[in-house]
């Protein structure tokens, strides 16, 4: 009688592992994100295209301008002004770079960085630069600016035509961190653009970092970063460092040594 008892509690055993082996079909919302579990997770091949389709959420329509600007996209500049920016020596002065006619805007030389009035997290950014066709200077003394995320992750903005440097410093790299994949540049004197998809890191309440920033670049259309994480901010000596942060700044920089390089066309979409 014990050993049928014994049997009869091996075999409930294995038939209750057995129903734990096969999932019901699991979906979970993460904010707006619908995520459903993949069919090796669910165990059961699908047998009719209805098990496999999904109706919600709608992703929301989104339209292009004539221009290229997202209708959901945050305009920084349009080269109207600079009411967007302020200086980062002092956030409560305005920006002090120079407005042009045709609508970009140029580094001032020696009057500082600036920077967004809005902080942001995850973001798409697109902006345009350029170098000056008059050449002045070598290495990294040439039209040398950057793109600066969170205030603190640096995408290299330099002339790197005829003029080469330390490839971690070069145009399209993530500055001190990682070389581009390619060296996709216009001739000096024509305008760039970058294509930016970032994403913030992440802290603990300790303020332990528990993610790593990520990001793509697109330098004129041609891959040069591809989802790089960062290791930290961008130093121009010593290592990279990971203090805790939140939403911050879009910085542009002033390199102080006559760069002349100047910037159009800048919107963000927030991720």
């Known amino acids: 009688m014990n050993k049928i008892k014994i049997s009869l509690l091996s075999l409930g055993v294995l038939l209750a592992a057995s129903c734990n082996e096969t999932p019901k079909t699991d979906k979970t919302v993460a904010g707006e994100q619908e995520k459903v579990t993949s069919e090796m997770d669910r165990g059961k091949e699908p047998t009719k295209p209805e098990e496999t389709e999904i109706y919600e959420p709608v992703p929301p329509k989104v339209t292009v301008s004539e221009n290229g600007v997202p209708s959901d996209a945050i305009v920084l500049f349009d080269g109207e002004n600079l009411e967007n920016w302020v200086s980062s020596n002092d956030e409560s002065s305005a920006a002090k770079w120079h407005v042009n006619e045709d609508g970009s805007m140029t580094v001032n030389d020696k009057t500082g960085n600036i920077q967004t009035k809005q902080n942001f997290g995850s973001v798409q950014l697109h902006i345009e630069w350029k170098s000056p066709s008059e050449i002045q200077g070598e290495n990294q003394s040439r039209a040398n600016s950057g793109v600066f995320l969170q205030k603190r992750y640096e995408v290299q903005v330099l002339d790197n035509n005829d003029n080469p440097t330390y490839v971690n410093g070069q ?8 070389v ?20 913030a890191p992440e802290f603990n309440a300790a303020g332990d970092k528990t993610k790593s920033a990520t990001i793509t670049v697109l330098h004129n259309g041609v891959l040069v970063q591809d989802h790089f994480e960062i290791e930290g901010t961008s130093e121009y000596i010593g290592w990279p460092k990971n203090v805790a942060h939140g939403k911050a700044p879009i910085m542009l920089q002033d390199h102080g040594d006559n760069s002349r390089v100047s910037y159009r066309n800048i919107w963000v979409r927030e991720l």
Do not use: C, F, R
């Open 171 to 178: 145009v399209g790299s993530i500055y001190k961190q990682s």
């Open 180 to 199: 581009p994949l390619a060296m996709a540049s216009k001739p000096s004197g024509e305008w760039n653009t970058y294509d930016i998809i970032y994403h």
